[in-house]
């Protein structure tokens, strides 16, 4: 089956304020299939925010093509088609939230498609549902939780029936409360509207229920899998400065100290299964 | 100087339909030179309670001591109190404004009307502080360089003003494990090397564990735990009531505990872990 988003050695480069080229993406080719669930870690600067914004035509590459549901985007006149296919949420829920009402802001999206008022209120309830925010559909965002007008946000995407949904960061600037609701309404979208989800995070422990981890460094995937394949890896992963789960640390130190334990642990009951077999 | 809080109370809006309160009832001490992790869910009132400790809000009822000045619903705020609590924000690197890195971090201590000379010593000594190379970024502007810089630029701007108190209100937020760790030990030095008095704000239980004396935990206004990190992660029924976790390697212990194994309760980092689990497994082996 054709991939629904596959990048060909994409390239992309820009002018530093001292005027030097910088290449943000350097040589990415990538195959996302429909309904996977990617997890995109790397540190600042690795690039990966410059890729998620190639995913919906904010940005377009230098050289080599994006091609999301087979629609390159280069192409003008694709780019509505393409941005209602894969939407984005951003990691600042203030900034993304433009109306006074809750309802009213998930509305504005189907509005702007000249929709008849019947179907924007069947999308508004059914993208208010999804994301677990139903009871708040005349709440005035500013007085949500962090978390809350994040599920708004995705709600506006939503509205617009993507297939496929960027999160830039989503959860950075929660409480491990409003990280929760998020990663679990995310999760919920792409098991139950099998819609497919590219997510990026600096925290770990949300890539360890993805289909698989992307690790960018310096403008290049440097290391992808499952995540027990990726994360198994501690000593790449420190190298560049990224954290494992204390769990994985754990498993590594462990192991070289001799003792019998798989790498590729992920969760806590596992760890503790592990130690308690030997 | 020790912070004295008692009963605190702070009530947003009173006779308004939005009147809620914030604080309610809070006493505690803070000791000279001690490192405190200030943790609870957003709304708790955690950013209530530290901006009482530099005095930017004043109580509704009950009163603070800092060193020898007192803080009540009627006091003025003497503008040293400020001096002496220095307060950074979230994400503070929305607060820089100057043209340049030098004045951005000089404008604190050029208010307080010192001669250049001492200003420029302060912008040296609080860059080096937090890591900044004075000659590569003095001149640059603030806007002008990574986000993690940008972060240390508003740092040094406190430390600027010399306060011997410092409190961060989550300073790590949004940025990356190595922009994270870079900036966790440098207030580790502050705290070690200056015998800086730190009131940390997180929600990283990981990290808190890792620095801190004592731990505060806020919950709807009031106090709801207090004690050493071990003491305080050992009530994981009451922390999960209020949406907050215990570190990954706490859960471990715990598990292992649950299954017969003798660890002790106090362990939270990874090194610890490695160690004690290290002795059972060797010392069953040789038993």
């Given at each position: ?278 | 100087?020790?912070i ?26 803070i ?5 405190i992790?200030l ?7 955690k950013s209530?309670l530290v901006q009482h400790l530099n005095?930017l ?9 800092v ?15 400020r001096?002496h609590v220095g307060l950074v924000f979230q994400?503070p ?62 740092i040094?701007?406190v430390?600027?003003?010399?306060p011997?108190i410092l409190i961060l209100d989550e300073p ?15 207030i ?8 800086m008095t730190i009131i940390l704000v ?86």
């Amino acid at each position: 089956m054709e991939p629904i988003i596959r990048l060909q050695d994409v390239q992309f480069e820009y002018l530093s304020f001292e005027g030097e080229e910088i290449a943000a993406l350097n040589g990415v080719t990538l195959d996302i299939q429909k309904g996977e669930f990617v997890v995109i870690i790397g540190h600042n600067g690795s690039g990966k925010s410059t890729l998620a914004k190639h995913l919906n035509a904010l940005l377009r590459p230098s050289s080599g093509v994006v091609w999301i549901k087979g629609m390159d985007t280069r192409d003008e006149d694709k780019l509505w088609e393409i941005r209602q296919t894969a939407g984005m949420v951003f990691q600042n829920p203030d900034n993304q939230l433009v109306a006074t009402i809750v309802e009213e802001d998930v509305a504005f999206g189907p509005e702007n498609l000249g929709l008849p008022p019947e179907e924007i209120r069947r999308r508004v309830n059914e993208a208010l549902k999804a994301v677990g925010m139903e009871e708040y559909a005349q709440a005035a965002p500013h007085y949500l939780s962090g978390g809350q007008k994040q599920r708004v946000a995705i709600a506006g995407i939503l509205a617009m029936k993507p297939e496929i949904i960027v999160l830039d960061e989503p959860t950075a600037m929660l409480d491990p409360v409003g990280r929760r609701e998020v990663m679990e309404t995310v999760k919920y979208l792409n098991r139950h509207e099998g819609i497919t989800v590219v997510h990026i995070t600096h925290y770990m422990e949300e890539a360890v229920d993805a289909d698989r981890v992307i690790v960018m460094e310096q403008g290049k995937i440097v290391l992808q899998g499952t995540p027990r394949q990726v994360f198994s890896q501690v000593e790449v992963l420190k190298e560049i400065g990224l954290d494992v789960p204390q769990v994985t640390e754990l498993a590594y130190r462990l192991k070289a100290e001799g003792l019998d334990i798989p790498l590729d642990v992920l969760k806590v009951e596992e760890m503790v299964e592990a130690i308690c077999r030997l | 100087m020790p912070i004295i809080v008692e009963h605190l109370t702070h009530v947003y809006m009173p006779g308004s339909p939005f009147e809620s309160l914030a604080l309610d009832d809070v006493s505690f001490e803070i000791k000279d030179g001690e490192f405190i992790g200030l943790i609870g869910h957003t709304g708790s009132g955690k950013s209530t309670l530290v901006q009482h400790l530099n005095g930017l809000l004043k109580p509704t009822s009950g009163r603070i001591v800092v060193d020898d000045i007192e803080i009540t619903s009627t006091s003025k705020v003497p503008k040293r109190l400020r001096q002496h609590v220095g307060l950074v924000f979230q994400y503070p690197e929305h607060q820089l404004f100057e043209e340049t890195v030098y004045q951005d971090i000089a404008f604190g201590p050029r208010n307080l009307n010192l001669p250049e000379g001492e200003v420029e010593r302060r912008v040296r000594e609080a860059m080096a502080l937090v890591g900044l190379d004075f000659e590569a970024i003095k001149d640059r502007s603030p806007f002008e360089i990574s986000g993690g810089q940008r972060r240390r630029v508003a740092i040094a701007g406190v430390l600027a003003m010399e306060p011997s108190i410092l409190i961060l209100d989550e300073p790590t937020a949004g940025l990356d494990p190595k922009g994270r760790d870079e900036i966790l030990s440098q207030i580790k030095n502050l705290h070690e090397q200056r015998g800086m008095t730190i009131i940390l704000v997180s929600h990283s239980m990981e990290d808190i564990a890792r620095l801190v004396d004592r731990i505060i935990v806020m919950n709807r206004g009031k106090i709801a735990l207090v004690g050493k990190p071990e003491e305080v992660f050992s009530c994981v029924e009451e922390l999960h009531a209020m949406g907050l976790g215990i570190p990954q390697i706490t859960q471990v212990m715990r598990g292992l505990k649950a299954r017969g194994m003798d660890v002790p309760d106090n362990i939270y980092t990874v090194d610890q872990a490695v160690k004690v689990i290290l002795e059972r497994i060797r010392g069953k082996k040789n038993a």
